[in-house]
């Protein structure tokens, strides 16, 4: 009873967050769990709030503080941020656009241990991290390309690296925010792979997407969100229907779904 306890603990639980990026208010009254051991995606059309939402969970953006509204991340509103780097991996588009184009490949995956973009001259890495870079780069298909600048390879590539980036601490919550944008079928294909592999072995998931053909099979959970607002939560058999999707996008659907993957084609 006390490991299913455990798994149902919420990693993130945000209760009347307003949140603004500039000018621009992304929540105005964002209420929502999430829980560890439950697989989940967040979907959603450009511009809902899907990446802020990864900002609030990265400590990168911080809500309005006001009466009855908190955020906390493991239980707790007060989150040390490198013990943080090391309970949550994350994977998104705007880290793999911050690396420069000359660190070597296997630097990427080691500045996960630092929590920077790159190696600097201050940070030494010990024997066991690298030993651990060598044993990710091996697992995810990598080790020929350590020594290759970051600028050489393909998005496909550059993704696993990143993903090896998040995995250095083994990560109780890996969360993938449009892990799967700009890649290549095969790349596509390789990367959903890799990530079913690691939700069968308990590595709790947290897909942001806007992509429906990218949700795994081993995603039980979905949560719509449009213009700042979840607008459904629920299993996602009974989500990912032609009725929700096509009112979240707004743009008559019909799914199809084939070896527990779906796919979208215009209705009618």
């Not at 949560?223 to 008559?252: E, K, M």
């Amino acid at each position: 009873m006390m490991a299913a306890m455990a798994e149902a603990t919420p990693y993130l639980e945000l209760q009347s967050v307003e949140a603004w990026l500039g000018p621009r208010r992304v929540f105005e009254d964002l209420s929502l769990q999430l829980r560890s051991g439950e697989h989940t995606v967040v979907l959603g059309p450009n511009g809902s709030g899907k990446s802020s939402l990864v900002k609030l969970l990265s400590r990168e953006l911080y809500p309005v503080v006001k009466p009855g509204s908190s955020l906390r991340i493991f239980g707790s509103e007060t989150v040390n941020l490198w013990d943080l780097r090391g309970r949550i991996g994350l994977v998104s588009q705007d880290l793999q656009a911050a690396y420069a184009g000359g660190v070597r490949a296997a630097d990427v995956v080691l500045s996960g241990f630092f929590g920077s973009v790159g190696i600097g001259r201050s940070q030494v890495a010990t024997a066991a991290q690298r030993e651990r870079v060598a044993e990710l780069m091996q697992e995810l298909g990598l080790a020929d390309l350590a020594e290759r600048p970051f600028a050489q390879l393909s998005d496909g590539q550059r993704r696993r690296l990143l993903l090896a980036r998040a995995l250095v601490h083994r990560p109780r919550v890996l969360v993938l925010d449009e892990p799967t944008n700009g890649l290549d079928l095969r790349a596509k294909h390789q990367l959903l792979a890799i990530l079913r592999n690691l939700a069968r072995a308990g590595t709790t998931l947290l897909l942001v997407t806007h992509q429906i053909e990218a949700i795994l099979p081993e995603i039980s959970r979905c949560v719509l969100l449009r213009h700042g607002r979840v607008v459904g939560d629920g299993p996602t058999d009974a989500l990912l229907q032609d009725g929700p999707l096509s009112a979240l996008f707004d743009t008559p659907l019909r799914v199809c779904e084939a070896n527990g993957y779906r796919q979208v084609l215009p209705a009618g």
